[in-house]
């Protein structure tokens, strides 16, 4: 199954980042490079972007119900 994936040097598998460019008040944010993270169950995603607002990097936000995938 892991063959699917895309991975680096070390075999840890690859996950595209597209950085959203969030700001609050133009708050330049700077990003911790040794956290990372993933959001399940996001919903609006408010804890998602908070989260990265305190420098963590959300690399993706996932949700399983169809109102939420539909906005």
């Known amino acids: 199954m892991l063959k699917e994936f895309e991975t680096d040097s070390e075999g840890n598998i690859v996950i595209p980042y597209t950085h959203k460019g969030y700001t609050v008040n133009d708050l330049e944010i700077s990003y911790r490079p ?38």
């Open 34 to 71: 040794d956290v990372i993270a993933i959001s399940m169950f996001s919903g609006a995603g408010g804890l998602d972007i908070g989260t990265q607002l305190a420098g963590v990097k959300v690399i993706s936000s996932l949700d399983i119900l169809k109102i939420v995938l539909k906005r």
